[in-house]
């Protein structure tokens, strides 16, 4: 080879990097002898457009990719003897068929993701023929070279990124060539990657990245070996060693972009490829031995393929089992563990070594992966209590700051994975391990204060795990937090808030927990809330200007409970509550134009209007009329009667977030104005709630779930809001135009929501808001044909729509229905679509739907036997039982399979259902077996 080319190919630059398709390549690639007419015409009518007014609809158009494609294919069909017998016939040939390979990613680069869906598989094709060529040819003589080998490694590259579905067909064929090149096999000839076949599991998807955000430990020196390992006994071995590394490096690339780009479940059913293993897989040894290659570079490159790898596989590393015994059959379940188990102990060695700071964050970053998928209950026992054992000498012996972080980012990833209760051994060894590093360091030392970041967060993690630990442990606790408010460094004020919101959080579950004996606790943590809610704390808010804070501080006010809110005192509550109003006022400066700053200060304004959403829940302001206009007043500016912008324009990218957490307070304000209603039917003592401000809410919310542009969970939770305040208004307090005005404008934007709409989720709350609406015992068909609508809706939703949370909810509506007179003329028209939505119930396998399906079923069989109880004579009692024997089979499995599994509260209409039909006298052998039906079932449960 060239020099030149030598070169080139060695510092990766060679095929695959050119900057399109130019005319000089397309007229270098016509210079070819041999090739076919259509190939040199096509060729010579591209080199006469100007590259720049050349696009892809040409390149497509013009058939180049299908030929190229050919012409490659009829290359290397033909044997190397072929070309010639000498040297200089044979690196001619190579170098011709390089120039087609970079034309063919020229031009790939144009088409795809585009390209015509018959030349796809004929391009994977001719890639696995010449892929195959260049593994079986590996370090021979006569094969291809390093230059050819890149070329096809980078179309190979290229084809994945931008169509990473085309190569799955193909993946175990691609995976095994890329095994030879890498050296993790000797040959082709023999190996077949055979997939798992998994079982149903659910993958995650990652997004597409762009390129690896690289450590800012960056390697010092020149050479990716040590002196001895580049000691060659000759200049052709150097050169050897060279090319041999050149080319590990670019198929390791490839490999890391099909793992990266690929969808998750093919990778992952080729697992044994990456975790070792000898059960499954037929490789004489696989990408975790990697780990220990001779080459710093390509050793961090197996350890983010294995990061990649593992990211999103919880359900799939979930399958791993530890035996104690060995049998002569090795299982999934015990390969998947015995492999795990294996690359831990390969990690703990390598950070035994010393090694530089970009291989050890590259270490400890697939050590996070491990911890956010592994199921350690389900690994060899210990495992757990070595990796932190480990890693914490790790960070005494190497005091840098960036190792510091990453090993407490293995911490925290572990505590927010599937093994939170594997820690527990280890709880207090973290904890005297992790707090001192949360406190600055002597000045002596050189401080980065991401260390004290990470700590904070550890000790969140380890808050959910021993809160206890954390109480015992109250004078260092305080002191930490106390230091931490006090920082001149505004994140760490931050951090310090962040871990107050998870320490308060798990503190109030465990004084809820044990509410009867812990008094001491309730007391403590009473005390805890005092002192956080001291002036000096509001003071500090008042002095730091950044909206983050504001928004922690709102979330440590959210956890502080409806008991432990109760025994503050008056001024305390009084504070807390003055606050949190104040900030949900904040008003956006108009003069703000950079979007991140306006960002944050909506999402401190969200944290507020969450906080405020979870104190009118409380007990204590159920019947606090003021509170209640004052939450009003508080939420109703932000959520204004203006549509939300879309796209660039917006001058406040952060009203989104905003109107969501505002129309959720204010959903919640109508669960409580809806139960203040009943309290107050009862005792008499409640206020009255304006009307004027139940209006002003009623419209706020039927414009957001008209409003095509607001976001779906704000119109989850306005749906909600119109079905309280249906049921909250009453005719006497309203003109009876202004009161039918409002229930059928309102009934309209439910019935919207309820039958269009790609959001499932929209749907089912506003089915469910709809059994708020037909609760109210004056609504009835003469209200309005809104009504009639309504009940038709539900009724055909009931009978086969395809999601059954939607279904359920809408049979929970009809469900609700308070009486005969608001479903008169539709009684027969809704058991009709109830006996229809179970038969359809019955005929649906949907594999991970079993629990929703079965609720479904019972919740339809209470629905019936609700519409039942309506039937008023013996003449509808005959055209009810005409109905259900129409699908009688159906209907008595159904109903009872139902009451075997319906909890006792639940129970009531069949009851009554029962009760009610006993009262007739059978007239036919139908009518006998449905009263003996509803018998048994009654019987049966009792």
């Not at 590259?362 to 389900?378: H, M, Q």
Request: proline content about 4%; overall charge neutral.
């Amino acid at each position: 080879m060239p020099r030149t080319s030598m070169s080139a190919a060695l510092s990766g630059g060679g095929a695959g990097r050119s900057s399109g398709l130019t005319q000089e390549l397309l007229r270098s690639t016509c210079q070819i002898p041999g090739l076919p007419q259509t190939l040199l015409a096509i060729l010579e009518s591209l080199s006469r457009k100007d590259t720049s007014d050349l696009k892809p609809a040409d390149v497509a158009n013009s058939e180049l990719v299908l030929n190229l494609i050919q012409v490659i294919s009829e290359d290397y069909d033909r044997p190397a003897s072929a070309a010639g017998g000498g040297s200089n016939d044979y690196h001619l040939a190579c170098s011709q068929r390089v120039s087609k390979l970079r034309l063919l990613s020229a031009a790939l680069s144009m088409v795809l993701p585009d390209l015509k869906s018959k030349q796809m598989p004929l391009l994977v094709d001719m890639m696995c023929k010449v892929l195959r060529h260049c593994a079986s040819s590996n370090k021979k003589e006569g094969g291809a070279k390093l230059e050819e080998q890149l070329a096809v490694l980078q179309t190979l590259q290229l084809i994945v990124t931008k169509c990473p579905s085309a190569i799955e067909d193909k993946l175990g064929e691609v995976l095994g060539y890329l095994a030879v090149l890498i050296g993790l096999h000797r040959q082709v000839e023999g190996l077949s990657l055979v997939p798992t076949n998994l079982p149903h599991l659910q993958f995650n998807q990652r997004e597409n990245e762009g390129s690896r955000r690289e450590s800012s430990n960056t390697d010092t020196s020149g050479s990716d070996y040590s002196d001895q390992e580049m000691m060659p006994d000759s200049i052709s071995g150097q050169r050897r060693r060279r090319e041999d590394y050149a080319l590990e490096k670019q198929a390791i690339q490839t490999l890391g972009i099909i793992v990266k780009k690929c969808h998750k479940k093919p990778v992952v059913s080729y697992w044994f490829i990456f975790l070792p293993d000898k059960s499954f897989c037929p490789l004489q040894t696989g990408v975790t031995e990697l780990l220990r290659h001779p080459s710093k570079k390509l050793r961090v490159s197996a350890c983010h393929i294995l990061t990649d790898f593992i990211a999103h596989t919880t359900q799939f590393l979930a399958l791993a089992q530890h035996q104690d015994k060995g049998t002569s059959y090795t299982s999934l379940s015990t390969a998947l563990s015995l492999a795990l188990y294996k690359l831990h102990q390969v990690l703990f060695n390598r950070i035994k070594d010393q090694l530089n700071n970009t291989e050890y964050v590259a270490i400890l970053k697939l050590f996070c992966a491990l911890c956010e998928n592994c199921t350690y209950s389900r690994l060899n026992p210990g495992l757990v209590e070595t990796m932190v054992e480990s890693l914490m000498v790790l960070s005494e012996s190497q005091r840098n700051p960036v190792i510091q972080v990453a090993s407490l980012s293995v911490f925290v990833s572990l505590g927010q994975g599937p093994s939170l209760d594997s820690m527990k051994p280890v709880t207090m060894d973290l904890f005297s391990f992790i707090l001192p590093r949360c406190f600055p360091v002597p000045q002596n030392q050189v401080a980065d204060n991401n260390v004290r970041y990470m700590a904070l967060q550890g000790l969140s993690v380890l808050a959910q795990i021993h809160i206890m630990m954390f109480v015992r442990k109250a004078t260092e606790v305080k002191k930490l937090i106390d230091t931490g408010l006090v920082d001149s460094d505004p994140s760490v004020v931050l951090h310090t808030f962040r871990f107050i919101k998870n320490f308060a959080k798990y503190l109030t579950e465990e004084v809820t927990k044990n509410s009867e004996s812990a008094s001491r606790l309730r007391n403590l943590t009473v005390a805890f809330w005092v002192d956080f809610l001291k002036p000096a704390n509001f003071q500090l808010l008042e002095s730091l200007t950044n909206p983050n804070i504001r928004s922690a501080f709102a979330d440590c006010l959210a956890e502080i409970g409806p008991d432990l809110y109760t025994d503050l005192p008056d001024k305390k509550r009084i504070v807390c509550i003055t606050y949190i109003l104040g900030q949900c006022r904040n008003v956006l400066d108009v003069e703000e134009t950079n979007p991140e700053v306006i960002l944050q200060d909506r999402s401190a304004l969200s944290a507020s209007l969450r906080a405020l959403g979870i104190f009118i829940m409380y007990p204590c302001y159920l019947t606090d009329t003021t509170f209640h206009m004052d939450v009003t007043d508080a939420l109703l500016p932000n959520l204004p009667l203006v549509k939300d912008k879309k796209g660039k324009n917006n001058v406040d990218p952060g009203s989104k977030t905003v109107r969501v957490s505002a129309s959720w307070a204010l959903a919640n304000l109508t669960d409580v104005l809806v139960q203040a209603k009943h309290q107050m039917e009862l005792t008499g003592e409640y206020d009255e709630f304006p009307i004027s401000l139940a209006k002003k809410i009623l419209n706020t919310a039927i414009f957001y779930a008209l409003d095509s542009n607001s976001a779906i969970t704000t119109k989850s939770n306005v749906v909600r809001c119109i079905g309280n305040m249906l049921n909250y208004i009453c005719a006497d307090q309203l003109s009876p135009d202004d009161y039918s005005d409002l229930m059928e404008r309102g009934t309209r934007a439910l019935i919207s929501n309820i039958t269009t709409g790609k959001s499932m989720k929209v749907r089912w709350n506003a089915c469910y808001a709809a059994s708020n609406l037909l609760k109210k015992k004056d609504v009835t068909e003469e209200s309005g044909k809104w009504i009639q609508d309504l009940v038709t809706s539900l009724s055909s939703l009931v009978q086969n729509f395809q999601n059954f949370k939607v279904r359920i909810n809408a049979a929970v509506a009809l469900g609700a229905v308070w009486g005969r007179p608001a479903v008169n003329s539709l009684l027969f028209d809704i058991l009709e679509s109830l006996v229809v939505g179970l038969e359809s119930s019955q005929n649906l396998e949907v594999f991970g739907e079993y629990q929703h399906q079965s609720n479904l079923v019972q919740q339809l069989c209470l629905t019936m036997s609700h519409m039942i109880t309506f039937i008023n004579n013996e003449q509808e009692f005959s055209r009810l039982t005409h109905i259900l024997h129409g699908n009688w089979d159906i209907v008595e499995t159904s109903l009872t399979s139902c009451v075997r599994n319906i909890p006792p509260m639940k129970f009531t209409p069949i009851l009554n259902a029962h009760n009610h039909i006993s009262s007739f006298s059978p007239r036919n052998e139908e009518e006998n077996n449905l009263q003996m039906l509803y018998q048994s079932c009654v019987e049966n449960t009792h």
